[in-house]
Each structure stands twice: as C-alpha cells, then as structure tokens.
C-alpha cells in the first residue's frame, strides 16, 4: 500500500476535506485508514458517509460499526437510510441515490474531494462484463481513477491494487472490518466473475489488473481524442439539439457511430451499464432508413426521434408514464400498436380474446405501476407484474414502456407478448372483443 499511500501524498493538500464512502467492508475501511495515516500530517477532514441500503440482515450492525469508528477517531459521521426502491432495476437506483447522497454531503462540508474505494479486481470485473454484454467506447474503459466534476473531484484511489492486497493489509494492521456475505452468490453475474473469470486470468498473470488499467486508461485517452474531434464538428452536424443526418453521415458510419454514443454517455453519465452497443445500431438503423418519422426507445424513458433529416433524442416523460383508452380499431403505443381484429386462430401470447360481460369496459393500456399484479391464466392467485418480467426475461430498457392491458377496474388482463391473464377465452368459449399486439421492430 505504500504506492497509494504516496500517491495520496502527492494528491492531497494542507486542510483538504475529503467524503470518503464507507461501507464497513474491507475496502472502504482500508481506504480510510490510509487517509488517517495522512490526518495529522496534512491537517485533513475526514467525513465519513455511510449508506444502510436495507438489503441484509447484517446492515444495522453494519452501519452502527461504521458510525463507532467514526465517532472513535473523531470523524464526521454522515448517514442515509434507503428506505424503499421504486425500480426493478435495483442496483442501478440504489447506486443512483448512493451518489445524490454523497454529492449532498460533499456541498455541505465544500469537500474538494469524494473518495471511494473501488479496487484493481473491480476494474477488470467491470470491463470483462461491459466487453460481453457489449457497450460504448467510454463504457469499455470501466471507470476511470479520477473524475473532475464541477466542484469536487471524484478520486478512486485503490485502483492500482487487489482485493488480495487489501485484505493482506487489512490482516497486517488488525483492523476490523465486515464482509457482505451476498459478494459470495453466484445469482449475481459480478460474483461469476469474480469467482470464475478472475481467478483463472491472475494464474496467467499476477498483474492482470495493471494491465487492464493501462488498457482502460489507453481507451479514455483515445476517448478523449474523439471527444475534441466531436466537438470541433458538432456546430456544423447539430443545430439546437437536433443532428442533421446528411452532414453526420458525411463522415462514415465508425465516426457517426462515436458522435451517437457521445451523445449517449452524455446523457447516460451516471447509467453507462444501461447502454449497450445494440442501442448505437438501433439509431444508425433509425437514421439511414427510408421511413421520414420514426423512432427508437431508449432505457430510462428516452426515445431517438428522426423527423425527415434530423434527428434527436430527448426524454419523453408521455410515452415514458402512458394510458390511453382503447377506443377505436387501435391504439398506438411506444412499443408498437394493439389493434382490435376480427378473428384470430393464434393462441400465442400475441392475440388475446376477451368477453365483454367478463369484465369492465372500456378497455385501457397504460405503462406499468408499482405494485402491478395480475391472475395469470392457469394459475391459482396473483403474481406480480415486476416477477413475470424477471422470469420471462423481459429486458430492462423495455419495461417502462411495456403495455399493460387493463379493463376500467384496473384488472390486467394482458401483458402483450408475454402473458394472458384469467380473462383469455379458451377456443371453445364465447368472446366479441380480439385484440393483436404489434410490437415494433
């Protein structure tokens, strides 16, 4: 630890504030104890910012571990609690409001710097995962060991080092810490390859993970070059938020395809695991088509909009939060169109057949609620809409703009593509209402 202990020397000035994020695990505690060897030395403020997710069993002992420490060695001790999680996508929120925490406690005590204690092993981990899975440029580099931010610095310190070293330290100076027993699961895919990938690269070199972090710091270099040369042209191909197509296209598909994922990061800043490169052809496919309007959704409730020879991509918080009543022969939605049809021999999942006397008319699709349920067809109670998506695979940039077919009672009683409720007519039975789902491709 003697190389991050200088580095953080060299880094660190007289009277500097630093928020350090600290968990109770063996990084973030290590992470701390470095900086309290440089306390005195340099006059620092150490804040330590805590955040009890509500996950585990072992979380309040956890966080009243934190807090002792804190108040041990006279440190500033700052808490949040996550009370609940409104998203599916749980990791991506609860890293999401981990952040807004840490930029709060930041403001508060004009800290120059935030710490976290993001290692060597979490580098490779992140950009083995981002390889397979498929991502941007900035999103292939994983994270980067210092990011500038308007009036902090965000500064990962331990990237250069192992998790093994880590704890080799952590036994060599007696310092307690506690282990998140849920790091040790194999249902979560960090954990594989953790467990799996990682192992079997460091028999082939100790030092993968320096390796990887030249590879990273290789990729944000060339990242950054792209970025200036973006932005030298970018007054030419985009005029008040809207690209000309023509004037992109003129610069060939691998130059237009690092302008759209520019442009993706950028809004994407705190969220780059939820692009991938696959959301990059859907663009290029959108603007090179024939068609003078159409559109891509996007996760989060984003959508690339292209009107004849322009193109944008903005939120859209209606198509994001959508209802509307199914009046006529169809109904168009962000993900395609249900439209009523007049007789149907599909027993897919695609075609439902209803009777009106079964349910409460008129019929509604919306976008999905928290706390959505539905009595899927042939099955005894209810099972909730967020599990159906889990188990059938639904991708997560899907689901906020997925249809859920209700009638005026708020009964579900279809999720398009995907399941039929109780209220399907069986074949043999009597139904006057047919509606087919039309997914957009």
Request: glycine share 4%; net charge positive.
């Amino acid at each position: 630890m003697k190389q991050v202990l200088e580095k953080l020397r060299g880094l660190l000035k007289e009277n500097d504030t630093i928020v350090v994020g600290t968990s109770g695990g063996p990084d973030s505690m290590c992470l701390v104890d470095l900086l309290l060897k440089l306390k005195d030395e340099l006059n620092l403020k150490i804040v330590i910012a805590h955040v009890n997710h509500k996950l585990r069993i072992q979380s309040e002992e956890e966080k009243d571990f934190v807090k002792g420490f804190a108040e041990e060695h006279g440190l500033p001790f700052e808490y949040m609690e996550i009370k609940e999680y409104s998203h599916d996508n749980l990791e991506s929120e609860a890293r999401q409001k981990r952040y807004d925490f840490f930029k709060k406690i930041v403001n508060r005590y004009r800290a120059k710097y935030l710490m976290t204690a993001h290692h060597g092993d979490d580098l490779v981990e992140t950009i083995l995962m981002r390889l397979v899975r498929g991502s941007s440029l900035k999103g292939y580099s994983g994270f980067k060991e210092i990011v500038k931010l308007n009036t902090y610095k965000i500064v990962r310190p331990l990237i250069s080092v192992t998790k093994e070293e880590i704890l080799e330290y952590m036994e060599d100076n007696h310092l307690k810490y506690y282990v998140d027993q849920s790091n040790f699961s194999m249902d979560y895919t960090r954990n594989r390859y953790r467990s799996v990938v990682l192992p079997f690269l460091k028999e082939e070199n100790s030092n993968v993970h320096l390796k990887f972090l030249k590879f990273s710091q290789e990729l944000n270099e060339v990242n950054t070059f792209f970025d200036k040369y973006i932005n030298k042209i970018l007054d030419d191909i985009k005029i008040n938020g809207e690209y000309n197509i023509k004037k992109l296209l003129k610069h060939g598909d691998f130059l237009a395809r690092k302008i759209i994922e520019n442009e993706l990061s950028l809004i994407y800043v705190n969220d780059l695991f939820l692009i991938g490169d696959k959301h990059t052809e859907q663009i290029m496919k959108l603007i090179k088509s024939d068609k003078s309007n159409a559109s891509v959704n996007l996760p989060n409730g984003y959508v690339a909009i292209k009107t004849y020879n322009r193109f944008k991509i903005e939120h859209n918080k209606e198509w994001q939060t959508f209802s509307y009543v199914l009046e006529g022969d169809e109904v168009k939605i962000p993900s395609g169109k249900i439209r009523v049809i007049k007789k149907s021999a599909s027993k897919s999942n695609y075609v439902i057949k209803l009777c009106s006397e079964d349910i409460k008319l008129p019929i509604i699709v919306r976008s999905r609620r928290n706390g959505d349920k539905m009595i899927v067809k042939r099955m005894k109670g209810t099972k909730k809409v967020k599990d159906i998506f889990i188990d059938e695979k639904v991708p997560m940039y899907k689901r906020d703009i997925f249809p859920i077919v209700t009638d005026s009672d708020n009964n579900i009683l279809w999720l398009p593509g995907v399941k039929k409720s109780k209220f399907d007519v069986e074949s043999s039975g009597f139904c006057d209402i047919i509606l087919q789902y039309e997914e957009e491709k």
